[in-house]
């Protein structure tokens, strides 16, 4: 599992996925995915529900077979592969625990299917279960344990055969808010320790930047965007992705003029500048999508010439930071965020404000998507 | 589904009683009654236990009764079994058509459908008739009145007992179970064997329990269908209470297969611990 695998590339793929497809009637549910996983990556899929992460997962497990594409493992196609002949492990979103096993023989199954022997099964199942850190509870049924217990249960089930992938289907969705955190931090340090090459589907925008190397987002049945979690957030590839990562004032725009510094653009509520988006071309007069962070928005009190004129329509005291609402001069609302002890935080609705954004924070997406 | 929150412990005792003196009065009293006519006559006397344990014949007709209970409910099991996983895979109209067969039995009349199987079985019934003219056989089989015959009209009647517990202990396995253990490595053979089949015992105890008790105990079709050569304990408790008049030995009878079929349903219950296999997790 550890071990470098080089492929034609040169880089080691532990999973590649070319041009994959899935139909189901006369509905694309993955439509002409590609992507490639290194060796002790942990990437994740993240999508809204019905965006096809599910059914990308399925192909990937086998449950589902493909229309078209490929799924290469090592160099080994396992598009039409079973499931059970699959080198891979899987947590499942429930835990799928085997009810009426014991924790050990539920960690032993998947050794048990593979015929390992008796001993060997056993000094193994120890091992995995001393990994999630579950000593002492070989015995316990299913039933008795904690949600978060019996996540470790699954996951120890999971590695115990050191398969080549690990693919987690929302693992911790089912656990409460705190105990979620708390496994995010301790996945991902068993990620780390055990170099595992993970795939982890979820819808949970804020677990998938925290725990991944990169994070594919999925749309209607194709990636959106294939980055790290900081190119992300800083340079989302689409207004779909600006939303969906991380807050994000969406507004339409004209483009008055193309510049090497920018985009001119003229927007109901005045002129702004803008940094298009990698690959997208535009013209003048397009209309385009412009999408702007609020912590990027900076706000002052008082009718400054050179800024977005505005009214507090109201502030929001979050804890670490103010979101404050303003209402521009069309009509339409920007959100922006001020920390608490500024001037800002604290003026009455209807004050007079303006607002400036810097030209590499302003977001200029092709309009049409989303 | 636990009833916590709702009704209190004393309002739902009330609630049930009703029912209860009703089965006080019209059930259990006349039980009582009947069976402790067996031990006094007029006085207290363990005679009629004593002559049913002595004669061959009686002790006979009930191996024969726990024989036939016992190959009906393997049958009804191996049958049965694959029409309820059936049952529990199929969705929407199939799924009725298939439920349709196995309830509308269950909704007919048990004389009707041993009056069916006599039609079909007879010595010129529809089965014969169809065999002679297709050239297979030349002589009428006896079809009817047989052991064969018995088992078969008994597996028929009894099947829904069999299917319906099964069939909803498979819908109670969560789909992902199954799924989880293709996934970690297992054959479709073995998600079967490991998976699906040990989490739908209690569902085959079920059955089993039904289905061999109310063969234990089994009136109307034997006596039709098996005719007067093979004989049921309940066909012989009919003969003493009916044709003899003679109460006390068939109350007795009564008391043995009640017994039986309790005792029965206890070593069930102990041997395979049904309890510990029921889903909750």
Request: hydrophobic content about 50%; glycine content about 8%.
């Amino acid at each position: 599992m550890m071990t470098p695998h080089k492929n034609q590339g040169g880089d080691s793929a532990a999973l590649s996925i070319r041009s994959l497809v899935k139909r189901y009637g006369s509905v694309v549910a993955t439509d002409g995915v590609s992507l490639d996983v290194s060796a002790g990556e942990f990437m994740s899929l993240l999508g809204p529900s019905g965006s096809g992460k599910t059914t990308l997962l399925m192909l990937l497990a086998g449950f589902e077979v493909a229309d078209g594409g490929e799924i290469r493992m090592r160099d080994r196609d396992i598009s039409r592969v079973p499931p059970n002949k699959r080198d891979i492990g899987m947590v499942f979103q429930r835990y799928a625990l085997f009810p009426h096993m014991s924790v050990a023989q539920n960690v032993a199954f998947p050794l048990r299917m593979r015929g390992v022997a008796k001993a060997d099964r056993e000094a193994r199942v120890r091992a995995a279960l001393e990994t999630v850190e579950l000593t002492g509870y070989l015995d316990r049924m299913p039933a008795q344990l904690s949600g978060g217990q019996q996540q470790r249960v699954a996951l120890a089930r999971a590695i115990v055969f050191e398969p080549g992938i690990l693919l987690m289907d929302e693992p911790l969705g089912a656990l409460d808010r705190k105990l979620r955190k708390h496994m995010q931090v301790e996945l991902k340090e068993l990620q780390g320790r055990l170099g595992a090459t993970v795939i982890y589907v979820t819808h949970d925008q804020e677990e998938a930047l925290a725990m991944s190397d990169r994070v594919a987002i999925i749309n209607a049945g194709r990636i959106e965007q294939l980055a790290t979690p900081r190119e992300l957030y800083d340079a989302p590839a689409s207004a779909f992705v600006g939303d969906f990562i991380g807050e994000i004032n969406l507004f339409d725009a004209k483009v008055e003029e193309l510049e090497s510094g920018g985009i001119k653009l003229a927007s109901g509520f005045g002129p702004l500048t803008g940094t298009p988006v990698p690959g997208a071309t535009f013209s003048r007069g397009q209309k385009v999508h412009v999408g702007i962070r609020p912590e990027r928005i900076a706000v002052r009190a008082g009718a400054a010439s050179d800024g977005w004129q505005a009214g507090i329509r109201q502030t929001i005291f979050n804890g670490s930071n103010v979101t404050v609402y303003a209402t521009m001069q069309d009509g339409q609302e920007l959100r922006a965020t001020v920390a608490p002890n500024d001037r800002e935080a604290s003026l009455a609705r209807g004050e007079a404000i303006s607002l400036s954004a810097a030209p590499r924070d302003v977001f200029v997406f092709p309009a049409g998507a989303a | 589904m636990s009833m916590r929150g709702g009704l209190s412990r004393s309002t739902a005792a009330l609630m049930a009683l009703p029912l209860a003196a009703l089965m006080i009065a019209a059930f259990v009293w006349p039980l009582v009654a009947f069976l402790s006519v067996s031990l006094f006559d007029p006085g207290f006397t363990l005679e009629h236990y004593a002559r049913l344990f002595a004669t061959e014949l009686y002790l006979e007709v009930l191996g024969e009764t726990i024989l036939t209970a016992l190959i009906v409910t393997a049958v009804t099991l191996l049958l049965g079994y694959p029409i309820a996983w059936m049952m529990a895979k199929l969705r929407g109209r199939w799924a009725w058509i298939v439920a349709a067969c196995v309830l509308i039995p269950l909704w007919t009349p048990v004389l009707v459908r041993s009056y069916a199987w006599i039609i079909i079985l007879q010595r010129r019934g529809v089965l014969n008739t169809t065999l002679a003219s297709l050239g297979i056989v030349d002589q009428p089989l006896t079809l009817l009145y047989t052991f064969g015959a018995v088992v078969l009209a008994m597996t028929h009647v009894l099947m829904p007992f069999m299917i319906l517990p099964i069939q909803s202990s498979l819908r109670a396995i969560p789909e992902e179970l199954p799924r989880a253990a293709r996934g970690l490595g297992a054959s479709h053979l073995r998600v079967f064997t490991s998976v699906i089949l040990p989490l739908s015992l209690p569902g085959v105890m079920a059955g089993c329990l039904m289905v061999f008790i109310i063969a234990l105990g089994f009136y109307i079709t034997p006596a039709l269908v098996g005719g007067p050569r093979t004989l049921m304990i309940s066909t012989l408790i009919t003969q003493q209470a009916f044709e003899l008049l003679n109460w006390p030995f068939a109350a007795s009878i009564s008391t043995v297969l009640l017994v039986l079929t309790l005792g029965i349903a206890i070593v069930f219950r102990r041997l395979l611990n049904v309890d510990r296999l029921s889903l909750h997790a």
